[in-house]
């Protein structure tokens, strides 16, 4: 997919300047804070926002934007740490299945249609029964379930190009399978995957905020969103500032992801 | 030649190594080759343009890349052992696509998207080029583009036999283009050979009742050699 500037989609303009916004923000205000945001101050509990403190403070006296931000740097590595892997190793069997068909096709499929109809949350509950609650257990599950989705999208793709004549033409050429999967058809079939990659990110964030509601996420004191929206939960109608603004964070990152996977198809139909 | 289903592609595509045949073999200067898992050189040796000049070429990349990518496989260009300069590469690249008549600089950046069928074709047959073979498998090259492209490219190929020095497997359902472009026939039905004569004989017998009535219905329309 080659985009030429004067033909951007605006959804991916928008979504790619909200997103550098975002990680921006998550990047400089812990750097440029005065606050900590571990260090409790039980003086300033539960204080709505102000100049001092933008988003108020926490139930122990921790500056919010602060956590916010440090929870953002938290999640979105989180997020993007526990998606490439399963991104590489889905793209590499659904290309391995669409290529070949046959007892590859009928083996990465096996596996995939077993794996799916596992729940799961029941499954995040298992890895953290085994693991332990923390991030090893969120990266186990989503290594687990989260290739699935590239190998059946790429698997799709690449098998719709594998009778085409420029592949045959490779293979005339003397191309060994391998360059023709690396060389020919993953360019072809790269696109499709990362308009995949971009909308998954979205679940996968939901995901990892509410492993974190739930407890069985990120691990305190480690700042992230889906703990402090639960924290706040029990101030929710008198304190709404504790949990509605992670939230608010949550879903600005969602919007910015979904732009972009939006721009993104939106580019490839015109390419 | 043959009609529909005679087994002219599937022969075309043992003869390139794209498939195993049922039964014998493909012997190039009477050396046998492996029916697919075949040495760089025999790969090198025969190549093949394809029917649809649309799905050819890949749509991803220029067609600087769809041409060099060959002689940088199999080292036609340069010093064996040395890459050669990419100012040496778009320079073959530049003749190869002379010699199959486009001559515009600014193609090289372009991907296959930006041309006609004609000019995909014409690509096609540079991309094969870039490899210096020694048989060019032609199936029906033209039966999809439009009737005055396609004499452009019958004429191409004609002209490439003789430059290049080319053996050319053409398969065609045209008799005259038969005709005009190829030493030998041989016409096929369920997957066999009816006859495999020289063009003069062909045209003077040919032989069993299929190849008579096929020359018979070619020559009700018109067996005339065209302006190859």
Redesign the interface.
Known sequence: M?LSHDRLPSTLVAGVALLIAIVLAVLIIPLVSPYDPTAEDISSMLQPPSFAHPFGTDQLGRDLLVRVAAAGRVDLALMVGVELLPFIIGTAAGLIAGYYGGWPNRVITLLSDALIAFPFYLLVAVVAFVTGTGITGIFLTFLIMGWIIFARTVKGATASLAG???V????????SDASILV??ML??VLSQAVIVLVSDMVALLVAIVTLGYLGLGVTPPTPDWGTMIADGQSFLSTRWWVSTLPGCAVVLVGIALALIGDGLNDARRQS | MGESGAGKSTLARVAAGLITPATGQVLLDGEPLAPIHRTREQHRRIQMVFQNPDSSLNPSHSIYRILSEGMLLHRTLGASGVRPSRAAITQRCLELLNMVGLSDADILSRRPQAFSGGQRQRIAIARTLAVNPDVLIADEPTSALDVSVQHEILDLLAALRQTQGLSLMLITHDLGVANALCDDIMVMRGGTSVVHKSTEEFFADPGPQYAQDLLAAASSVSITPQSV
């Open positions: 080659k085409a004549e420029w045959e033409s490779a293979r005339v050429m003397g191309f060389h020919q360019p072809n």
